[in-house]
């Protein structure tokens, strides 16, 4: 009956820290598993929505998991009507996009379509949060968790290089998915922006 995200919210207030939203931009916990309880409703009525329809784990990386195919429209705005909800109805510092969780967007055949379509709806995301921070006197900033090197993130189809010359994202946070590792390509990250903080 409480309201966790703003216990949060008011929480960092308390002790002066930034209020940050992450969402994660394709979960793949239990896709092998249709029944599985947690399943959101949207995930549950739209198996069209999926990349495909199979018992395989999402960590192969093949065509056909259950993860959402975000070259569906209906995909992206399922995903940002739940980020402008979060924003909208409370005061975020800005917003993280764990594109890490899980990095698997686009048919393998479709990443130069599936690029084009995630730069424009990260642009979005940004549009959004511009808005909102006009109407609140602050910047809201865009922050995006990605995989460990450019060379993965670009075959998820995320066009680091492109956010960042376009000036979308405020902060690139490189992460690994779940193990810790020192094996990111920082080095590699800071060579292809300019403008993000890394």
Not at 5 to 11: E, G, N, Q
Not at 67 to 87: G, K, M, Q, S, T
Not at 117 to 125: D, S, Y
């Amino acid at each position: 009956g409480g309201d966790p995200v703003r216990d949060t919210l008011d929480a960092c207030r308390r002790w002066g820290k930034a209020f940050f939203i992450s969402y994660r931009m394709n979960d793949h916990h239990y896709v092998t598993d249709r029944a599985w309880p947690t399943h959101n409703a949207f995930w549950r009525e739209h198996p069209e929505f999926w990349l495909g329809d199979s018992d395989t784990s999402p960590y192969t990386l093949r065509d056909d998991v259950r993860l959402f195919n975000y070259l569906h429209p209906e995909v992206r705005d399922h995903y940002f009507a739940i980020l402008e909800e979060l924003c909208t109805r409370y005061d975020v510092d800005g917003v993280e996009l764990d594109f890490q969780r899980f990095p698997k967007f686009f048919p393998s055949t479709a990443l130069d379509d599936g690029a084009t379509v995630m730069t424009a709806f990260v642009g979005r995301i940004r549009a959004l949060l511009d808005r909102l921070g006009r109407e609140r006197a602050k910047r809201l900033h865009l922050c995006v968790r990605v995989p460990p090197t450019p060379a993965q993130c670009a075959q998820a189809g995320l066009d680091l290089p492109g956010w960042d010359r376009a000036r979308l994202v405020d902060m690139i946070n490189v992460s690994p998915s779940y193990i810790q590792t020192m094996e990111l390509d920082i080095e590699g990250f800071q060579a292809r922006t300019r403008h993000a903080r890394i």
